[in-house]
């Protein structure tokens, strides 16, 4: 059982930057791979970026490659998104995921954050 809790999420105007955090409570992201995903109102979740914890693997969607990195900090068993060049299309609520499997993180993942809201005005 992995709990999460995302953060980070604010209003920020376009070409602006913001970095959301996905802490695990009560134990580590060591075996799992850790994904965010995200929902925009009227639409379907679509993922966002993945990373393998234990190897350090990373993977994006094409629609945030350059503008997005997804990285973690060992010390604080937190994985960060940096979204760098923002754009009103990336509104949406962000959320964190977790599996143990690295294939479907990036489809179906487990384990889920309560979300966190971006906002981007133009």
């Known amino acids: 059982q992995v709990q999460l809790v995302d953060s980070g999420g604010g209003l920020v105007q376009a070409g602006g930057s913001l970095r959301l955090s996905c802490a695990a409570l009560?134990?580590?992201?060591?075996?799992?791979?850790v994904g965010w995903f995200r929902q925009a109102p009227g639409k379907e979740r679509e993922f966002v970026a993945a990373?393998?914890?234990?190897?350090?693997?990373?993977y994006y969607a094409d629609f945030v490659k350059g503008r997005f990195t997804i990285s973690r900090d060992n010390a604080k068993n937190t994985v960060y998104l940096q979204m760098n060049s923002l754009k009103p299309e990336d509104t949406a609520v962000y959320y964190c995921?977790?599996?143990?499997?690295?294939?479907?993180?990036?489809?179906?993942?487990?384990?889920w954050g309560q979300g966190t809201q971006v906002t981007v005005s133009s």
């Open positions: 990373f393998n914890w234990n190897v350090g693997s990373t």
């Open positions: 009560g134990r580590t992201f060591s075996n799992y791979a």
């Open positions: 995921a977790a599996d143990p499997y690295w294939r479907r993180v990036t489809i179906n993942p487990t384990y």
